[in-house]
């Protein structure tokens, strides 16, 4: 009886916290923002409304976000999610 219980109130309660932390981490880790984050700033520069530094020090920014991004979504599709205080 207590397995029963089990399957049928504690199995989709699991299924709908994975399914939230899917949600949470897509968002957070947005890949397409930040994709397209990375040519507005290309863009601006090219326009000349941001000088090269402020280009660089953003463009670096971007890219260490586009990995951490990428390795959040490699190891959501993994199921191995590690959080990290």
Do not use: C, W
């Not at 916290?17 to 397409?32: C, G, H, K, T, V």
């Not at 990375?38 to 601006?44: D, V």
């Not at 000349?48 to 959040?72: C, F, H, N, P, S």
């Amino acid at each position: 009886m207590t397995i029963i219980v089990d399957d049928l109130l504690v199995r989709p309660f699991f299924q709908v916290l994975e399914s939230l932390q899917a949600i949470a981490m897509n968002e957070l880790y947005d890949i397409e923002d930040i994709r397209d984050r990375m040519k507005e700033n290309q863009l601006l520069y090219e326009m000349g409304e941001r000088d090269e530094e402020e280009y660089q020090q953003r463009r670096r920014e971007l890219e260490a976000e586009l990995e951490v991004a990428e390795q959040a979504h490699e190891q959501l599709s993994d199921k191995s999610i590690e959080v990290r205080g």
